[in-house]
C-alpha cells in the first residue's frame, strides 16, 4: 500500500465522518493499544478530528496489559489526544462469561464518559472482517435472517467508520505509515468464538470455498429485505395496541410468531420463544382470555383481536397553533413556546416546521432522521440506543409537523434528557425564533 493507497482509508473516514455528523463533531474513542483501534486513532489524527481515548486495562496479563496502556497513553498523548485509562477487576467477571461482562463493562465506560463530555458519539474500530465474524457467529446460533445485518456503521450512539475496510488493508496502512500497536497473545488462542472463526474456520474455508467472505456480506441485503418484508406484514397486521387475529391467521405459522414478536416488541423487549408461543395460541383462545407478559404489560383476546393493555396512562394527543404557541402553552408535563432565544435543552428552528404541529405517543414504524445522521431511524431503536429504560420508552412523545414529518422525540419527564431533534429542524446560528420544549417533570 503506497501513499496514496494508504490515503483511502483516512479519505473513507472523513467521508463517513461527513455523512452522518454536522459541524465538527466529538468523539469517544476506544483504543486497545491493537492494530485496528491504533490505525483508527492515526487516521482521525490526520483527519484532525476531537477525540477523547479510552483504553481499558482488564489487567489479565500482567506486564503485558501494562504495556498497552502505556502504549496508548503515550501516543495519545503524542498527538494531542485527551486520554482516559480505565483499570477493572478481572475478578469481577467470576461465574460469568468474561467476553460478555467485559463488553458490557467496556460500553458502560465509553457511555459514561460520552455522556459527561457530550460526545457525539462511541467511536470503535471493527472493520470487515469483523462483520463476517459477527455474522457468522448469529448464523451458528440460530438467529433469523433479521439478525443477518450485523453491526451497523452508525447507530445513533456507535460508530464505526472501518466497518468496510479489511483487516489486510488496515496492517498495510500501519506499516506505511509506521504505527506502532502491540498484539494480544490471547487473540491467537482459539478457545473463543471470535478467535475460533479468525484463526482456523477462516483458513479452511479459504481453501474449500474461495469468495465465502463476500457470500456472507451478500447476506446483510437478506436480513434487510426480510426486515422491509415484516415490516410490510406488521403494517398490515396491527395498529398501535391492536393485532388483527384474521391478518395474522392467514400467515404461515412462523411468520405469524414473528408478526405477534414484532407487536409485542412495541411494549417489551424481553421476550422468550414460549412467550412469543402462547401469545401466538391466545388468538384460539375465548374472548376474555388473558396473557400477562409483564407485570405492566397483558395480552387480551377481544374478539377479532389481540389487544395490549399496559398500566401506563396514554398521552392524549394535542395539536398546536403557531398563535397558541406564541403565548406559550402546556401539554400534560410540558412547556411549549415559541421565543427569540433558546430557553430549554430541547429547541428547534421555527422556520424548519410545518404548522400546526402536533404531539403525541410514538407508534410501531415511527421513524426520525437523529441529529447528524443523514438517514431515519425507527423511534423503536433510538430509544434504545439511548438507552431508555423499558419502562419509560412507551411514554415517550413524538412532535410532528402537518405533513406528519417527526421533528422531535420527548422523553418521558423521569428521563435526565428531555428528547432527540431531527436534523431537518435544528437550529443554527441564523435561527431567529425557536420552538422550546421543557419538561416540568425535570425541572
Known amino acids: 500500500m503506497n501513499k496514496s493507497e494508504s490515503a483511502l ?6 467521508e463517513k465522518i461527513t455523512k452522518h455528523f454536522s459541524d465538527k463533531p466529538k468523539f469517544v474513542l476506544g483504543v486497545s ?16 478530528s476531537d477525540v477523547f481515548v479510552v483504553h481499558i486495562n482488564y489487567g489479565l496479563r500482567g506486564e503485558e ?12 498523548f503524542e498527538w494531542g489526544f485527551e486520554c482516559c485509562a ?3 477487576n478481572a475478578d469481577d467477571s467470576e461465574n460469568k462469561n468474561f467476553q460478555n461482562w467485559a463488553r458490557k463493562e467496556r460500553y458502560r465506560v465509553f457511555d459514561e464518559l ?14 470487515k472482517n469483523d462483520q463476517i465474524e459477527t455474522i457468522i457467529q448469529k448464523i451458528f446460533r440460530g438467529s433469523g435472517p433479521n439478525t443477518w445485518t450485523g453491526m451497523s456503521e452508525w447507530d445513533g450512539k456507535i460508530f464505526r467508520p472501518l466497518v468496510n475496510v479489511t483487516k489486510e488493508e488496515l496492517e498495510h496502512y500501519c506499516v506505511n505509515n509506521s504505527i506502532p500497536y502491540r498484539t494480544d497473545q490471547s487473540n491467537l488462542e482459539s478457545k473463543y468464538a471470535r478467535n475460533f472463526i479468525r484463526q482456523e474456520l477462516s483458513e479452511k474455508m479459504n481453501n474449500l470455498f474461495p469468495g465465502w467472505e463476500e457470500n456472507i456480506l451478500k447476506l446483510q441485503e437478506f436480513g434487510r429485505m426480510n426486515e422491509n418484508a415484516l415490516n410490510a406484514l406488521s403494517g398490515k397486521s396491527f395498529t398501535d395496541n391492536k393485532l388483527n387475529i384474521q391478518e395474522v391467521m392467514s400467515l404461515d405459522k412462523s411468520v405469524g410468531h414473528s408478526v405477534m414478536k414484532k407487536f409485542i416488541e412495541q411494549y417489551s423487549h424481553k421476550i422468550s420463544k414460549g412467550i412469543i408461543e402462547e401469545a401466538y395460541n391466545l388468538m384460539f383462545a375465548e374472548t376474555g382470555s388473558e396473557l400477562e407478559i409483564s407485570s405492566s404489560l397483558k395480552l387480551i383476546k377481544d374478539r377479532g383481536y389481540i389487544t395490549a ?13 403557531k398563535t397558541q404557541l406564541l403565548d406559550g402553552i402546556k401539554v400534560g408535563y410540558l412547556e411549549v413556546g415559541i421565543s427569540s432565544e433558546i430557553q430549554s435543552d430541547l429547541y428547534l428552528d421555527i422556520e424548519n416546521l410545518k404548522f400546526p404541529l402536533t404531539i403525541r405517543t410514538w407508534n410501531a414504524g415511527d421513524k426520525i432522521q437523529p ?23 412507551e411514554k415517550s412523545l413524538v412532535l410532528t409537523g402537518t405533513d406528519g414529518t417527526i421533528y422531535a422525540i420527548i422523553f418521558d ?3 435526565r434528557r428531555t428528547g432527540t431533534i431531527s436534523e431537518i429542524s435544528k437550529a443554527t446560528e441564523s435561527t431567529k425564533q425557536y420552538l422550546s420544549i421543557t419538561s416540568k417533570k425535570n425541572a
Do not use: C, W, Y
Not at 34 to 43: C, E, I, K, P
Not at 114 to 127: L, N, Q, R, T, W
Not at 371 to 393: A, C, E, F, Y
Open 86 to 88: 480505565v483499570r477493572l
Open 33 to 48: 493499544g491493537g492494530m485496528d483501534s491504533m490505525a483508527l486513532l492515526f487516521a482521525l489524527k490526520s483527519l484532525n
Open 371 to 393: 441529529l447528524g445522521m443523514s438517514g431515519t431511524q425507527k423511534i423503536s431503536d433510538h430509544l434504545t440506543n439511548r438507552k431508555v429504560p423499558s419502562s419509560q420508552k
Open 309 to 321: 393493555s399496559t398500566n401506563v396512562e396514554r398521552f392524549k394527543q394535542q395539536v398546536l397553533t
Open 413 to 415: 419527564g423521569k428521563n
Open 114 to 127: 460520552a455522556s459527561e463530555i457530550k460526545a457525539d458519539a462511541i467511536v470503535v474500530a471493527h472493520h
Open 65 to 76: 496489559s501494562d504495556k498497552d496502556q502505556e502504549l496508548v497513553e503515550g501516543l495519545s
Open 9 to 14: 482509508i483516512e479519505k473513507a473516514v472523513s
